[in-house]
């Protein structure tokens, strides 16, 4: 074993410097990480309990591909999302394709198994198609980003005082502003839904709901590189959030890898 560790450390460095070089010679450039959260919180709404988050990503030229997907520990609670996006001088426009159906839920590359509320005979897709449009200020001490995120596809469907269903096009704007104070950095949040959102499913807790112009989530994070080892940091973060619409709160911890 002890062999087998030893070859490996000396590999992983000769690996990831053949990577770079590759990459420094293509113009590409690849990602890979993960993290592991002790609660799955998003948009200022509880997702799932303790979660492994990994990621993986491909940069060229300013446009972007990559993947993202959490596992909740216990419950085998799965989300898997892409995105394409392309960045340009502080702008960022991106294409989000989400899937919550989680595990066992099947029908990834079909209708699934959710209903047309119109016509409970057709399915439509599980999937949750989002795009984005963001900017961070071209100010060094003041590097405010604000984004606009709105779903335009996929199940996500709002009701008039008949029944009657329509595409509700759920937004959520958020203004976010990183800052640092005694080497640690930190991110201060602010977010809201401008107008009504339903829930992803009616019976169950909402997901991103609200009623018209709410706030629905407030937060700081904090992140800090743990030195393991002269040559080995391990980077932690702590994040407490607020969700006024919900009158809720969470603190959670997290490792990057």
Known sequence: MMKICTAALCILPCTAWAQENAEKESGVNFSVGADMVSSYVWRGAYQSGVAVQPSVG??????????????????????????????????????TDYWWSGESAYGYFSRGNSYDPSNLDKKVSDHLFEATLA??????????????????AGNDFKYDDAGKPSRAFSTYIEALYPFTVKGVSLDAALGVRP???PSYEPANPPLYYSHGLAVVNVSLKATKELKITDSFTLPVFGQLIFNPNSEDVFLVFGVSF
Request: proline share 3%; no cysteine; aromatic share 18%.
């Open 58 to 95: 491909v940069e060229l030229a300013g446009f972007s591909l990559s993947s993202w997907g959490s596992v909740d520990v216990g419950s085998g609670f799965k989300e898997v999302d892409f995105t394409l996006s392309y960045s340009i001088a502080g702008l960022d426009v991106a294409v």
């Open 135 to 152: 900017y961070t200020l071209p100010a060094e001490r003041f590097p405010l980003k604000l984004s606009w995120s709105t779903f335009f």
């Open 195 to 197: 107008w009504e959102s």
